[in-house]
């Protein structure tokens, strides 16, 4: 069974940071690309980055690029998100979702960044 | 950056109709296109991916078309659990949602 399993997520002020880790089982990781998409309070959902099988490319939208770099672990089945210089508006659920095409979620982690 | 312009933001439909739900690329994708379902406090979960094949455990109700900029979602018989918001994603050209079809029944 595919589990992806978000962890990492919390309260901290803006300005500071938080690193993201999405532990992954059920499936040959290292065969799929990897997705953090989040979704803030009552809105829509954001596809926020990815990268391909063994982490050479990384691909950002526009919004955070240069605060959050996207990585992944392939012995240790594990994709990570570092997020610095966190904005208010950074609050919000990040999933973790297996694939370009996200077929498979994980249930999220819930970050919040206070002023 | 390629855009996704889906469309209706809102709809409400009985049970038993067929309903449509459409996007538009800013430009091409090919059939690098995946809708998504977000029941209301759920997790989303992706119903058609390739534009048209059927994620496994999805009824058949739901399918998939479209290539190229235009792709449309269709539900062939509503049915009430299928109360939920659905998204389009393009990912030809790193990530991008449409911004969401609330669907009620």
């Known amino acids: ?115 | 950056d390629i855009q996704m312009t889906q469309s209706p933001s809102a709809m409400s439909a009985s049970v038993g109709d067929r309903v449509t739900i459409t996007c538009r690329a800013s430009q091409a994708i090919d059939t690098l296109l995946v809708w998504v379902q977000q029941k209301p406090g759920k997790v989303p979960r992706c119903l058609i991916y390739g534009a048209s094949d059927l994620q496994i455990g999805v009824p058949p109700r739901f399918s998939g078309r479209g290539y190229g900029t235009e792709f449309t979602l269709t539900i062939s018989s509503l049915q009430p659990e299928d109360s939920a918001t659905y998204y389009c994603l393009q990912h030809k050209d790193g990530g991008t949602f449409g911004q969401g079809t609330k669907v009620e029944v």
């Open chain 1, 1 to 115: 069974e595919v589990q992806l399993v978000e962890s990492g997520g919390g309260l901290v002020q803006r300005g500071e940071s938080l690193r993201l880790s999405c532990a992954a089982s059920g499936f040959t990781f290292s065969n799929y690309w990897m997705t953090w998409v989040r979704q803030r309070p009552g809105k829509g959902l954001e596809w926020v980055a990815n990268t391909n099988r063994d982490g050479s490319a990384k691909y950002y939208v526009d919004f955070v690029k240069g605060r959050f770099t996207i990585s992944r672990d392939n012995a240790k089945n594990s994709l990570y998100l570092q997020m610095d210089d966190l904005r208010v508006d950074d609050t919000a659920v990040y999933y973790c979702a297996r694939a370009g095409g996200t077929d498979f979620w994980g249930r999220g982690t819930l970050v919040t960044v206070s002023s």
